[in-house]
């Protein structure tokens, strides 16, 4: 099994984009891999890289300028040279981790980690791994990513070697294979939007910040009767409220997104993307063959981004943000003589295979590691089988049962979770979760709160859900595939009154497709049945240890609603509903995760096959159900439906690897 360590930074998406798609190239070209991700910035710093994260973002939204000052320094000075101490911490947490994990290649998609590798290893004549650098960055590469050494230095095209080659990087270390985009641009069939005679231009404008002030331009493209208008706000929730207003007297020209993470697919069904030079975006619109005209440059890297689009005639920049439209008409008249010209230039640089490619590139360096056999041998913990089961047996009276470690309320930032639905998936695998659900929240648009929250972006929203639906769909198969875990889709239906007792959250769990949110509690409950998913009262009664909205509709109510459902929480996050243990209903117990702290909290205990079915059986039956704290270092079983005592339900498991210990750590 060859081990690869990914190493990334949360300073800026195209860092974290890179090293998430290298992650699933390598999983996808190899069943003999095992890969690792890890922000150690965040994991050693925690709080304090939060702070330091915002203040990035601010300076390069607020000061540009600034940033461009803090960028040519960072050109010139290298980590060593600075007087930074403050890294001796990474620095030890990155040794700590190497020793544990002992990889065969780590990948670097961030500057700073050649450089303390390079001081880890200066005593010895080799490394005991091989080392490649992602350079997420094309022509202004800054030097940071090239002063320390790499076995091999990845870049997205030509002009970036030629830039990395002047600065003194050999030439046979170098391998232009483009930038790791997801490998779904590289899926058979797959192929950019055709341009139809007559037919509609399909524009695709991401509002970025800084750009709000947008109404003026969109209201000019539409001008043209062509132009159909695909608009992102990101999670500006106003922001997307004011500008569905706006147009809506435009039928079927016009829809306006939130966050999504489908621009793969939304780049691949438009003509031109309309948006800032950011690295993964221009990347991701290169291999979707994608023409770009870029509005806004931040100064720096993204300079070379911009740099790029127009000396490979990939799309133009505009200077002012007015000028759009003009460039857009442009391009498609005299029969889109220059749009054709853009799209003819992107078959020929596009790479949408790379993340694949790059994949390969890794691999062979693992066969060519010098191995850790030459270094002093240390005490390692060993990394899991994942072949191996998770959980010891369990004695229940002579028959011996497998006990599963389940979470079936979970939030991603589809509402509002601080982890996307792919982080959850690689949070709660190497701790040896069993089965998990995400419950991301679905508001009743008729209540008032429910449109208060719609506006907030805490919620789902109904037009995000087939692609909700899909993306735990992709992530239940790679959950399988890497860690034995299951993933099941779900929501949690918000019915929010006035008061806490109007007040109702339901959680549906395995579900097979989405269900409308602006159904009553009982319709509701029987379209869950009626595909074969679980339905949940979620903290149905008073928090005591923990903040949150009390939601004490279906309690009051249990006369009603007792027949209809499957199990209530008899615990949520650190509380513990004990009137719905005394009142010996079905109990299932769970951490309404939103952030990784939440980790230490109730989970379930089931006794049953790993199947989807046999797990809801379980539930439904209500028998071989226990509950159990989980904390640092292992679970703590405190209860079960049969009422054996708790000595038998003891469970010995270590679920964090070092680098797990390191992230909660932080968190």
Known sequence: MKKVLILTAGFGEGHNAAARNLR?????????????????????????????????????????????????????????????????????????VLRVTQPDCVVSTYPAYAPLIKELFRDHSEKPFRFVTIVTDSISVNAAWHRAPSDAFVVANRPTATVLHHAGVPAERIHPLGFPVSPQFAAPGIMPCPLENDGPVKLLYVINHGKKKCGKVLDRLLENERVHLTITTGRDAELKAELQDRFRAFDGRVQVLGWTNQMPALMLSHHVLIGKAGGA???????????????????????????????????????????VPGIVEDAFAKKARLWHEWRANLL????????????????????????????????????????????????????????LLCDFHIHSNYSDGSLTVPELVDFYGPRGFDCICITDHLADPRRVIGKLSKLSNLVLAESQLEEYFEVLDRERRRAWRKYGMLVLSG?????????????????????????ASALDLPETIAQLHAQGALAVASHPHVFKSEWGKNTLYLWENQDEFAPLLDAWEIANRNDIFAPVGLKRL??????????????????????????????????????????????????????????????????????????????????
């Not at 079915?613 to 159900?625: L, P, S, W, Y």
Request: with cysteine; hydrophobic share 40%.
């Open 281 to 323: 975006v221009v990347q991701e619109a290169i291999a979707a063959r994608c023409p770009m005209i870029i509005n806004q440059i931040i100064p720096g890297q993204e300079t070379g981004n911009a740099q790029l689009i127009q000396q490979l005639g990939l799309g133009l920049v505009a200077d002012r943000n007015r000028e």
């Open 24 to 96: 699933d190239a390598l999983e996808l070209v190899s069943d003999d891999v095992q890969v690792e991700v890890l922000d150690l910035f965040e994991s050693t710093y925690g709080r304090l890289n939060t702070l330091v994260k915002q203040a990035h973002l601010g300076v390069v939204r607020y000061a540009p300028t600034l940033w461009r000052g803090i960028f040519s320094l960072l050109d010139h000075v290298s980590v060593a040279d600075s007087g930074l101490t403050g890294l001796t911490r990474l620095r030890t947490a990155l040794g700590d």
């Open 348 to 403: 020929k640089h596009s790479h949408p295979d790379a993340a694949l490619r790059i994949a390969e590139l890794i691999l062979k360096q693992c066969v060519d590691a010098g191995g850790w056999s030459k270094f002093a041998p240390q005490p390692v913990q060993a990394l899991p089988d994942a072949s191996a089961p998770a959980v010891p047996t369990i004695v229940d009276g002579t028959a011996a049962r497998r006990s």
């Open 586 to 667: 079905p109990f299932i117990a769970n951490s309404d995760f939103h952030k990784p702290k939440h980790i230490y909290s109730w989970k379930t205990l089931l006794q049953c096959e790993k199947d989807p079915e046999a797990i809801k059986t379980c539930i439904r039956r209500n028998e071989h159900v226990s509950i159990t704290l989980y904390r640092e270092g292992g679970l703590l079983p405190m209860a079960s439906r049969e009422k054996r005592p708790a000595a038998e339900f003891k469970l010995a498991r270590e679920t964090d690897l070092a680098a797990g210990r390191l992230l909660a750590a932080g968190a």
């Open 491 to 515: 929501i949690e239906f918000n019915k929010d009154g006035l008061t806490k007792k109007s007040s109702a959250h339901l959680l549906g769990i395995d579900m097979q497709m989405p269900i």
